[in-house]
C-alpha cells in the first residue's frame, strides 16, 4: 500500500515494475493503460435529512467534510477541490485524509459527507446516501516500457483486454 506520489517515484526507481495510481504519466518512457474512468459520488450520511437533489450547500459548509490528501491522492483531491469550487462550497470542518481506509473508516464513523470513488461504496456500513456526480476519476496501469520482468509479458495483455472490455461505448 503506497501513496500515488510514492509508487510513481518507486516505479521510476524500478522499485516498483507496475504500478496502479489515477495519474498518468507523460512520460516516454513509460506506458499508461487506462483501466477504468471510475465514476465519483457524493456521500452523505442518512440524517442529512435535508440533503436531496437539490443539496443545500449552506449544510454542507457546517458539516465535516472528509477529504483526500493532495499528495497521497492528488487526482482525487482535484477533482473534489473542482466539485467544491464549482458548487461555491467552503466547508468550515474538514478531515485530510491519508488513505483510502482512513477515509472509509471516518465515513462509517462519522456524520460527514465527502467524494468519494465508486468502488468505495462498497466499503460503507450503515445508513447513508450516495449521489452520482457528473465527474471522474481515471485509474491507470503504469508500467516501464523497456521493463524485463516476464510476468509483465503476461499481466499486461490482460490489462490491455481489460482496457477494451471497460472503456468500450455503449450501443
Given at each position: 500500500?503506497?501513496?500515488?506520489?510514492?509508487?510513481?517515484?518507486?516505479?521510476?526507481?524500478?522499485?516498483?515494475?507496475?504500478?496502479?495510481?489515477?495519474?498518468?504519466?507523460?512520460?516516454p518512457e513509460y506506458e499508461n493503460i487506462l483501466i477504468k474512468d471510475e465514476s465519483l459520488y457524493l456521500f452523505y450520511r442518512e440524517n442529512y435529512k435535508d440533503l436531496d437533489d437539490s443539496i443545500k450547500i449552506e449544510n454542507l459548509e457546517k458539516s465535516q467534510f472528509i477529504a483526500f490528501s493532495a499528495y497521497e491522492a492528488p487526482v482525487l483531491s482535484e477533482k473534489a477541490q473542482f466539485f467544491l469550487k464549482s458548487k461555491?462550497?467552503?466547508?468550515?470542518?474538514?478531515?485530510?485524509?491519508?488513505?483510502?481506509?482512513?477515509?472509509?473508516?471516518?465515513?462509517n464513523t462519522l456524520n460527514c459527507w465527502s467524494i468519494i470513488p465508486e468502488y468505495a461504496i462498497s466499503f460503507l456500513k450503515g445508513k447513508f446516501n450516495v449521489k452520482k456526480l457528473d465527474l471522474t476519476a481515471p485509474l491507470y496501469a503504469n508500467y516501464r516500457k523497456r521493463s524485463n520482468n516476464s510476468s509483465l509479458d503476461i499481466i499486461l495483455p490482460l490489462l490491455k483486454k481489460l482496457n477494451k472490455i471497460e472503456n468500450r461505448p455503449c450501443i
Open positions: 500500500s503506497m501513496s500515488c506520489g510514492d509508487q510513481i517515484q518507486a516505479l521510476k526507481n524500478s522499485k516498483l515494475d507496475l504500478s496502479f495510481t489515477r495519474f498518468k504519466l507523460e512520460d461555491k462550497i467552503h466547508p468550515q470542518n474538514k478531515i485530510i485524509c491519508t488513505n483510502i481506509m482512513q477515509h472509509i473508516n471516518f465515513l
